[in-house]
């Protein structure tokens, strides 16, 4: 999709947007160049796939992508307002392999051994992500794929430190402060466990080999690489005053 029609859409269906926060995230992440989705995928080698789940979807961007790539693709997100957004792209673009649902990580809807993969980029931090990673092995098949990425304790330093995107409706310093909070409480209160935290690569492989996952990669985010013919522009530090900022994983169910 060229620029000029993305700009068209942004115009068209940007304006249902309710937020300012959220109206420049839906700018930002939809003028990107279709490139900047499709090469990450093709990186990591999903394509040719028959049932894709992109788990919290928001606006749909990877949704897209994947789309162009593999057979199916079932998308979800929590937020209504998001998923209305994606679905009026779907429509403008008569895009016909893509099903759009409201949908909870941490109880999909879905019946086991159903997806030949799963793709999650940089939400399963904000859910409980032990209950989101228990269920991603319940309704991938045998050898399925799991792929997502998420923020370290780097990342949050980094907010706290640079504040990069703060709007007039949501303060990034603010929200890193609350992360900090929350991952104290879970980690040494015993507390039931609750959304927004940091990970850890320790803590995130001992969850996956738990729920019945073999770790296939764990890296800095965008340094997954399987097919050598993709190469890409790293939009992240690995790490940000020596600590663990934002990664990636791929896993296979056993």
Known sequence: ?????????????????????????????????????????????YTGLGKVLDAGCGYGQWSFALSKLNKKVYAIDIDTERINIAKKICEYESIKNITFDKGNLEKLQYE?????????????????????IKEFGRVLKKNGLLYFSTNGIGWYIYNLIK??????????????????????FNRF???????????TKMN??????KYGF?????????????????????????????????????AQKR
């Open 112 to 132: 086991n051994n159903y997806f030949d993969c799963i793709f999650s980029y940089s939400v399963i931090y904000q859910t409980n992500y032990i209950k989101s």
């Open 163 to 184: 504040k990069p995107n703060s709007s007039d409706d949501f303060n990034t310093r603010k929200y890193a402060l609350k992360v900090f909070l929350n991952s104290f």
């Open 204 to 209: 995130t492989i001992y969850i996956l080999k």
């Open 1 to 45: 999709m060229n620029k000029s029609k993305k700009i068209n859409i942004i115009l068209k269906i940007g304006n249902a947007i309710r937020s300012k926060k959220d109206y420049e995230y839906f700018e930002r992440i939809f003028l990107k160049e279709d490139s900047f989705y499709l090469d990450r995928i093709k990186r990591i080698n």
């Open 214 to 250: 073999k770790i296939l990669k764990i890296k800095p985010e965008g340094s997954i690489k399987l097919n050598n013919d993709i190469n890409i522009e790293r939009i992240y530090c690995p790490t940000y005053m020596g600590l663990t900022n934002v990664f990636e994983v791929l």
């Open 189 to 199: 209160r015993s507390i039931k466990k609750v959304n927004d935290v940091y990970m």
